[in-house]
């Protein structure tokens, strides 16, 4: 059974951070392009950040020289080091695997930037 649990949202201060986590079961990890998404009430959801097998990255604009994606792949997770966060970073941010064949995507982890 294919499993993508992403974790690690909460509510911060803005200009605080946090450190999403999404681990990954039942596929072979390296095949496959992660990324992180986010979606908000009523609104589709926007790619954030995508990490490939030869940890080639690309980053929305709204989130670039603030955000790093990472991945380990000896333990199937990857990352999202959030810095410098804004109340419209406020959003559910959703893990995403993708290979030649298939897609995943994990449940969700509810950010909120507020004072």
């Known amino acids: 059974q294919v499993q993508l649990v992403d974790s690690g949202g909460g509510l911060v201060q803005p200009g605080g951070s946090l450190r999403l986590s999404c681990v990954a079961s039942g596929i072979v990890f390296d095949n496959y392009v992660m990324a992180w998404y986010r979606q908000t009430p009523g609104s589709k959801r926007d790619l954030v950040a995508r990490?490939?097998?030869?940890?080639?990255?690309t980053y929305a604009d709204s989130v670039k020289g603030r955000f790093t994606i990472s991945r380990d792949n000896t333990k199937k997770t990857i990352y999202l080091q959030m810095n410098s966060l804004k109340p419209d970073d406020t959003a559910v941010y959703l893990c995403?695997?993708?290979?030649?064949?298939?897609?995943?995507w994990g449940r969700g982890t509810q950010v909120t930037v507020s004072s």
């Open positions: 990490i490939d097998s030869s940890l080639t990255t």
């Open positions: 995403h695997g993708q290979s030649s064949y298939s897609n995943y």
